[in-house]
Nanobody, 126 residues
């Protein structure tokens, strides 16, 4: 059974930075893709950034490209989301998710992920 625990959320002014962490436990074969989704009030959950096992395999939402970076530790226990140049529209609950990797075109689809953390709030003020 995979378990995910997020940390690192908080409040920041526009232009600032935050780093989220997701600590994972459970078999690696069940979480070959791990990453981050977000959900703002009144909006659907959306994929933000995903990293897969293997070299240089990341996927990003267009809205965060160039500002956010997803990474992992070599032991594939912790996944990070470095968020720079934050904007008020980045305000949301951020969730860590994991699954066996879906096909490339579905990497940012929430429905493709089996395991979820409890979420951590990110608030960006203008």
């Amino acid at each position: 059974q995979v378990q995910l625990v997020e940390s690192g959320g908080g409040s920041v002014q526009a232009g600032g930075s935050l780093r989220l962490s997701c600590a994972a436990s459970g078999p690696t074969y069940s979480r070959t893709c791990m990453g981050w989704f977000r959900q703002a009030p009144g909006k659907e959950r959306e994929g933000v950034a995903i990293i897969a096992t293997g070299p240089s395999s990341t996927s990003y939402a267009d809205s965060v490209k160039g500002r956010f970076t997803v990474s992992r530790d070599p032991a594939w226990i912790t996944v990070y989301l470095q968020m720079n140049s934050l904007k008020p529209e980045d305000t949301a609950m951020y969730y860590c998710a994991a699954s066996s990797c879906p096909r490339l075109g579905d990497r940012l689809a929430p429905s493709a992920y089996d395991y979820w953390g409890q979420g951590t709030q990110v608030t960006v003020s203008s």
